[in-house]
T-cell receptor
Framework: EDQVTQSPEALRLQEGESSSLNCSYT??????LFWYRQDPGKGPEFLFT???AGEEKEKERLKATLTKKESFLHITAPKPEDSATYLC??????????????FGTGTKLQVIP | GAGVSQSPSNKVTEKGKDVELRCDPI?????LYWYRQRLGQGLEFLIY????????KSGLPSDRFSAERTGESVSTLTIQRTQQEDSAVYLC???????????FGPGTRLTVL
C-alpha cells in the first residue's frame, strides 16, 4: 500500500528563518511527486512536480528536492504570506493505466512577522 | 483560462436529506478525482474517474455515497440520507494528463445539522 508521511505536522517560524518540510514516501512505480499549498477555506494550489531522484524545482522562496525515499520543500527567508498548509502527494501507475494519487496529511506552516 | 468550478459553495442540510454536489472540470482533462476534507484533516480520497468510467471507487465511505460523470465533463457526487459525520469540505480535482497535475476546485462546504 502506498504511503506518504509528512513532517513536522506543524511548524512555526520567525520571518526570515529558513527551514525545510519533509515528505517521506513508500510507493511502487512512482510516476511523480507533487507539492501543493492550501490556504484556509480554499482548495490546494499546485506548486511543483518532481519526477526523478536528484531533481530540483524552485519558485520564489521555495525549492523542492527529491530522493528515492523522500522529498524536501525548502523555504528560504519566509514571509508571513508563506503561511499555509503544504501538502505532498505521489502518483503511481497501476494496472489498466490507472493513476493512483496518494496525499500526505500536510505540514501547517505559520510564519510570524 | 477557466479553472475548476464547484457548486454549491456552501450547503446546509438536515440529517436524512439527500444532497448533490457538482464539479465542472477543466476542458480536456480526462481524469477527475473527488476528495473529502474534514476540518483540520488531510485529503481523503473518494473516487476517481477516467472519462465517464470509475476505475477506483474504493474511497466511497458507504453505499449512501455515489458519483457519476457525463463523458469527460461534469461530475456529480450524491450523498443520500446525510448524516452529521458527512459534514466536511468536498473537493474536486481536474487532472491534466501530461504532466499529471491535479487542479482543485474551491470545494463545497457541507454542513449536516
Amino acid at each position: 500500500e502506498d504511503q506518504v508521511t509528512q513532517s513536522p505536522e506543524a511548524l512555526r517560524l520567525q520571518e526570515g528563518e529558513s527551514s525545510s518540510l519533509n515528505c517521506s514516501y513508500t510507493v511502487s512505480g512512482l510516476r511523480g511527486l507533487f507539492w501543493y499549498r492550501q490556504d484556509p477555506g480554499k482548495g490546494p494550489e499546485f506548486l511543483f512536480t518532481l519526477y526523478s531522484a536528484g531533481e530540483e524545482k524552485e519558485k520564489e522562496r521555495l525549492k523542492a528536492t527529491l530522493t528515492k525515499k523522500e522529498s524536501f520543500l525548502h523555504i528560504t527567508a519566509p514571509k508571513p504570506e508563506d503561511s499555509a498548509t503544504y501538502l505532498c502527494a505521489v502518483q503511481a501507475s497501476r494496472s489498466g493505466g490507472y493513476q493512483k494519487v496518494t496525499f500526505g496529511t500536510g505540514t501547517k506552516l505559520q510564519v510570524i512577522p | 483560462g477557466a479553472g475548476v468550478s464547484q457548486s454549491p459553495s456552501n450547503k446546509v442540510t438536515e440529517k436524512g436529506k439527500d444532497v448533490e454536489l457538482r464539479c465542472d472540470p477543466i476542458s480536456g482533462h480526462t481524469a477527475l478525482y473527488w476528495y473529502r476534507q474534514r476540518l483540520g484533516q488531510g485529503l481523503e480520497f473518494l473516487i476517481y474517474f477516467q472519462g465517464n468510467s470509475a476505475p477506483d471507487k474504493s474511497g466511497l465511505p458507504s453505499d449512501r455515497f455515489s458519483a457519476e460523470r457525463t463523458g469527460e465533463s461534469v461530475s456529480t457526487l450524491t450523498i443520500q440520507r446525510t448524516q452529521q459525520e458527512d459534514s466536511a469540505v468536498y473537493l474536486c480535482a481536474s487532472t491534466d494528463p501530461s504532466p499529471y497535475t491535479q487542479y482543485f476546485g474551491p470545494g463545497t462546504r457541507l454542513t449536516v445539522l
